[in-house]
């Protein structure tokens, strides 16, 4: 199987062990709410699922819905995909895990405190968990433009098979167009 195939699986599988971390974090701190380690692990770290959290519990108010409705499901999509070594099912995970890394970003930002630059243009100070969000973003992105990549080749292919067909067929025109007119009247 192709290494590029392979790492498409990057994306979704690094969306899936940030949500299942900040999951655990969550429930860890359920049974220690006295821990300063683990409220700056849920606080710092994993921030963005909490702020991701509040915007999606507006519209769907299910316990978890982050891991077992949206991770879950993109992760078991690119493992079926690896397995049945099925591109379209790779295409689905990478485009929907870059689709929830997109809606971190997106959640993250608008809830966040605003500052004023020079340049007078409004941005968000995160107040942590920078790293996290560039892990997931950079791999969901990677896994996204391989997966183009892919198809691109792939058309590139479909293309070049396509001209030589139409090459030959032209020569054989060409040919017994020539043998017409070689013929004496």
């Not at 630059?117 to 107040?127: E, K, M, N």
């Not at 098979?161 to 009247?185: E, M, T, Y």
């Amino acid at each position: 199987m192709n290494r590029l195939f392979k790492l498409q699986f990057l994306g979704p599988l690094a969306l899936f062990a940030a949500t299942l971390c900040a999951e655990l974090a969550a429930r860890a701190l359920e049974y220690d709410p006295s821990s300063e380690f683990l409220w700056f692990v849920n606080l710092r770290m994993f921030g963005i699922f909490q702020r991701s959290h509040a915007m999606l519990s507006e519209a769907i108010p299910i316990e978890r819905f982050q891991f077992f409705g949206l991770a879950l499901p993109i992760f078991a999509l690119a493992c079926v995909g690896l397995a049945a070594r099925s591109r379209p099912l790779f295409t689905a995970a990478t485009h929907l895990s870059v689709a929830y890394a997109g809606f971190l970003v997106v959640s993250w930002q608008v809830g966040a405190p605003t500052v004023r630059q020079a340049s007078l243009v409004t941005i968000a100070v995160p107040s942590g968990g920078q790293f996290v969000m560039a892990t997931i973003l950079g791999t969901c992105l990677l896994s996204f433009a391989i997966t183009h990549l892919l198809y691109f080749r792939l058309v590139g292919q479909e293309i070049r098979a396509l001209a030589k067909l139409v090459s030959g067929i032209f020569r054989r025109f060409n040919h017994a167009a020539a043998s017409v007119s070689d013929r004496p009247c």
